[in-house]
């Protein structure tokens, strides 16, 4: 299993930005997708996940509502768009898979390298 997340970037408050993460063929099709991130100086957290079984999506409370995560099975791509972007979202985003459905990042063994998104005026 291989994973690339892209899309990251300076951005101004109240902006957004997409990112995206590509994976090896067919994992869209057995494992759920999550995102997580990593603000400086604090720990992993997780922020949003799609399911491959049913393409539910999953976020925690500080995205609801600005966030969206999506999928494209033929593209072996998943994509969370960010809008309404704060100061706080400030992170290296990751996307991992092979875990069993939520967002402790413990329980996800296959990760990429993340993707730095900066939100600053």
């Known amino acids: 299993v291989q994973l690339q997340a892209s899309g990251g970037g300076l951005v101004q408050p109240g902006e957004s930005l997409r990112l995206s993460c590509a994976a090896s063929?067919?994992?869209?099709?057995?494992?759920?997708i999550a995102w997580f991130r990593q603000a400086p100086g604090k720990g992993r957290e997780g922020v949003a996940l799609?399911?491959?079984?049913?393409?539910?999506?999953h976020y925690a409370d500080f995205v609801k509502g600005r966030f969206t995560v999506s999928r494209d099975n033929a593209k072996n791509t998943v994509y969370l768009q960010m809008n309404s972007l704060t100061p706080e979202d400030t992170a290296v985003y990751y996307c991992?898979?092979?875990?069993?459905?939520?967002?402790?990042?413990?329980?996800?063994?296959?990760w990429g390298p993340g993707t730095l998104v900066t939100v600053s005026s």
């Open positions: 991992a898979t092979g875990g069993p459905g939520g967002l402790r990042p413990s329980e996800y063994p296959y």
């Open positions: 063929p067919s994992t869209l099709d057995y494992y759920t």
């Open positions: 799609i399911s491959t079984s049913d393409g539910r999506a």
